[in-house]
């Protein structure tokens, strides 16, 4: 801490976007502090844990792989199915507890302090020339922190945001997985089922994670049947059941996926990232590869506004740096999904007849990159004009 306990940074949530930023902080020598609400870093897990290699580039963690793929198998409705082999890896399933756990640490390691069991309630002050005031309870009781900037990396329910006056995500996806032991089939092929009685307005998934262990999920658009009675019917779905006859649960998670991100991620000295901010891929529901990629636009540019001194300072520079790194993949995505959202069962299994060309699966195979699915959307489209008829008017006046 600074002279006049002070801390240059307080971070909420030691999550993956949480411990980037502040590693990132603590490494350009300022004094950070990172508030974790649960005892334990990493846990519980609400992730399926599938990722591109490229968030080692933030997490330089490769260790925590458990699984590399290459293989996928898109099943509609009527059990039509396509199935995609690539020459080289696609993903890859990490351990997620273990990969929050090196994150966490190696923020230590550069610098920052870690405070378990602690939960941030609220941000005051922060639009003022004075540092911010943190709110914070412990099983020690409550206290006040000052910091000059604060980081809200404290997930889809952000008390920072909240208490900041910065809108949430405006639409959150509740999502429901359970982890299985004794799986039947290939390793190395993750298995996609969309369907208005599977997974309404998203889809399920069924993701080895290696040694016959495999995570199926699903989100869906909230209605009146809750996620967990949809993954109560995956689990006697006939079209897995040649993969998971003999297979037994270990344990289920839940949680929500924010599939639109906030209007605005900077508020004085506040700062939004990950999940509070809604940087999750609207296509995928992946949210590892885009809170850390803005992790890093979050420190440096709080560094920068901090190194500059002055009573007023500015975050803006994240705001526009994320949004220039990822907004334009994050707009594509949510417009293609929102259009998706409506299409029928029927439509579906078209759309799977249509792709189910030798021409188009070779494309998708070669040219599918989980994290920017929109080039291959693009890409699909010009080969396949005749899939604009599933996608809205945006999409249609791209082309
Ligand atoms: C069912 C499901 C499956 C998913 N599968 C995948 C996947 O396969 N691949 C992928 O890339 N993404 C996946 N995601 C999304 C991914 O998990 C998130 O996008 C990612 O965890 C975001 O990281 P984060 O650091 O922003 O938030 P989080 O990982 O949610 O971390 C936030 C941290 O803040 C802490 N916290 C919360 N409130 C407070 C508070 N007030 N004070 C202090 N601490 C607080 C929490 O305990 C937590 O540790 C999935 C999500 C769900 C729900």
């Known amino acids: 801490m600074t002279g006049g306990g002070v801390w240059d940074a307080v971070v909420a949530g030691a999550g993956p976007a949480g411990s980037v930023a502040a590693r990132e902080l603590a490494r350009r020598g300022h004094s950070v502090l990172v508030l974790e609400e649960h005892h334990e870093v990493g846990r519980p897990v609400q992730c399926a844990g599938l990722v591109t290699r490229r968030v080692f580039d933030a997490v330089p963690a490769p260790e925590c792989v458990q699984n590399s793929l290459t293989g996928g198998e898109l099943l509609a409705p009527t059990g039509r199915s396509i199935t995609l082999r690539a020459p080289v890896e696609k993903a890859v399933v990490i351990d997620r507890a273990r990969f929050d756990r090196r994150a966490a640490e190696m923020a230590i390691d550069a610098g920052a302090r870690l405070e378990l069991g602690t939960r941030v309630?609220?941000?005051?002050?922060?639009?003022?020339?004075?540092?911010?005031?943190?709110?914070?309870?412990?099983?020690?009781?409550?206290?006040?922190?000052?910091?000059?900037?604060?980081?809200?990396?404290?997930?889809?329910?952000?008390?920072?945001?909240?208490?900041?006056?910065?809108?949430?995500?405006?639409?959150?996806?509740?999502?429901?997985?359970?982890?299985?032991?004794?799986?039947?089939?290939?390793?190395?092929?993750v298995r996609i089922l969309v369907g208005r009685e599977v997974a309404p307005g998203f889809f399920a998934w069924l993701i080895p994670s290696g040694e016959g262990r495999a995570v199926l999920g699903l989100c869906c658009e909230p209605g009146p049947v809750p996620a967990r009675e949809y993954l109560g019917r995956l689990l006697g779905n006939p079209l897995l059941s040649p993969y998971i006859r003999r297979a037994r649960v270990t344990g289920y998670c839940c949680g929500s996926v924010p599939v639109s991100p906030v209007r605005r991620s900077v508020s004085g000295r506040v700062a939004l990232l990950g999940d509070a901010a809604g940087q999750v891929k609207p296509i995928s529901g992946g949210g590892v590869f885009t809170a850390t990629r803005c992790a890093l636009a979050c420190a440096g540019a709080a560094s920068a506004a901090i190194g500059a001194g002055g009573r007023r300072l500015s975050l803006d520079a994240y705001e526009r740096g994320w949004r220039a790194e990822l907004g334009r993949e994050l707009r594509f995505g949510r417009r293609l999904r929102r259009a998706f959202v409506n299409v029928t069962d029927r439509q579906m299994d078209e759309l799977v007849r249509m792709l189910d060309r030798p021409a188009l699966l070779a494309l998708i195979s070669a040219r599918g990159d989980l994290d920017f699915p929109s080039k291959l959307a693009k890409l699909l489209f010009r080969q396949a004009p005749g899939l604009l008829k599933f996608s809205g008017a945006f999409i249609k006046s791209l082309f």
């Open 121 to 189: 309630i609220g941000v005051s002050g922060h639009e003022g020339g004075e540092p911010a005031v943190v709110e914070v309870s412990s099983r020690g009781g409550r206290r006040s922190l000052r910091a000059r900037v604060v980081v809200g990396a404290d997930g889809v329910q952000s008390s920072v945001g909240r208490s900041a006056g910065l809108q949430p995500p405006g639409e959150l996806l509740p999502g429901f997985e359970a982890g299985l032991c004794g799986v039947e089939g290939p390793g190395d092929t």
